[in-house]
């Protein structure tokens, strides 16, 4: 089974602390994404990356920034955390694979972030 | 934007009964999934179906798409107890994996 994980479930971090968020997955994928989730608004794709090394705005990506140099590894930075960044922040990662394959996602547990 | 949108926003019935979501978007797609979040959890994938199809089963899920209307609709028959979550619908149109997300129909199945 695809795994996808999230270093913490849960995350207090005070305003103008840069925050780092870490995402891993064991399947090889070459698509991953960040998003964010409040309620009412769904979901919102922050970044997302196709590659090693390569990111691509989704969104909402003011005050956020990314980085992907493994594989593997996709990590969403908060250069200065601020109090409307409170937020599920929820990774997923997608194969280009074959045609069926590519199109799903599949999703870390999230992590709940409170800036205080 | 062209973000899926779910509806109802909530939904509460008894535990074998039917639920019916329904979600609409703006522009055309390749695909549109659904996707179910238990509480405090991330997002587990359901079914898709692609834009040439018109309705899709998979145990008691049954999905339908109508691209003329820009709808969708995911019924879950003789619910349980455990279905109780919220689904999502997204939809891909870039041909890019990237996904678009409604706010989510939050089912509540009581036993």
């Known amino acids: 089974d695809v795994k996808v994980t999230q270093s913490s479930r849960y995350l207090v971090k005070r305003t103008g602390e840069k925050v780092f968020l870490e995402c891993v997955q064991d399947?090889?994928?070459?698509?991953m994404f960040w998003y964010r989730q409040d309620p009412g608004l769904g979901l919102r794709l922050i970044y997302f990356?196709?590659?090693?090394?390569?990111?691509e705005k989704g969104d909402i990506p003011e005050g956020y920034s990314v980085s992907r140099e493994k594989k593997e590894r996709f990590s969403l930075i908060l250069e200065s955390a601020s109090t409307n960044q409170t937020s599920m922040y929820l990774c997923?990662?997608?194969?280009?694979?074959?045609?069926?394959?590519?199109?799903?996602?599949?999703f870390g547990a999230g992590t709940r972030l409170s800036v205080l | 934007s062209q973000q899926g949108e779910e509806d109802p926003q909530a939904l509460s019935i008894q535990e074998g009964e039917n639920a019916t979501m329904n979600c609409s978007y703006k522009t055309s797609i390749n695909n549109l999934q659904w996707y179910r979040q238990n509480s405090g959890r991330g997002l587990v994938h359901l079914i898709l179906?692609?834009?040439?199809?018109r309705e899709k089963h998979s145990g008691r899920l049954r999905v339908t798409l109508d691209t003329s209307k820009k709808s969708s609709s995911l019924l879950i028959t003789a619910s349980r107890a455990a279905d109780t979550a919220s689904y999502f619908c997204?939809?891909?149109?870039?041909?890019?994996?990237?996904?678009?997300f409604g706010s989510g129909t939050k089912l509540n199945v009581k036993p």
């Open positions: 997204a939809t891909d149109a870039s041909g890019f994996n990237k996904f678009y």
């Open positions: 997923a990662s997608s194969s280009h694979g074959n045609a069926k394959a590519k199109n799903i996602q599949y």
């Open positions: 990356s196709y590659d090693v090394k390569m990111k």
């Open positions: 399947m090889d994928h070459e698509n």
């Open positions: 179906i692609r834009s040439n199809e």
